[in-house]
Nanobody, 117 residues
């Protein structure tokens, strides 16, 4: 069982950019799907972006064109590049892994992203 650790969350101004990282405790090669989710205060956790073993990517509509998910097997990591950040992007962001897209059974502890002036 892999464990996941996120990093990179911080305070950023609206319109700014930020890249989150998620590193696995072992190789992520062979994990069929990995993803980023987020949870804002008082709201349910929601899917942000996923990447399949084949490299296909999936995004929620309100981040398309602004966020990019990517993967680096050599570094056992996935990333979430975020641009054009909005106050509504404020949330704790979680990394996840699982057997298929939208079916995740391993979660990191989360990293806080706050978008505010």
């Amino acid at each position: 069982q892999v464990t996941l650790a996120e990093s990179g969350g911080t305070l950023v101004q609206p319109g700014g950019s930020l890249t989150l990282s998620c590193v696995g405790s072992r190789s992520i090669f062979g994990i069929n799907a990995m993803a980023w989710y987020r949870q804002a205060p008082g709201k349910q956790r929601e899917h942000v972006a996923s990447i399949s073993a084949g490299g296909s990517t999936f995004y929620r509509d309100d981040v398309k064109g602004r966020f990019t998910i990517s993967r680096d097997y050599a570094k056992r990591s996935i990333y979430l590049q975020m641009t054009g950040l909005k106050t509504e992007d404020t949330a704790v962001y979680f990394c996840a892994a699982g057997p298929r897209i939208y079916e995740y059974d391993t979660w990191g502890q989360g990293t806080q992203v706050t978008v505010s002036s």
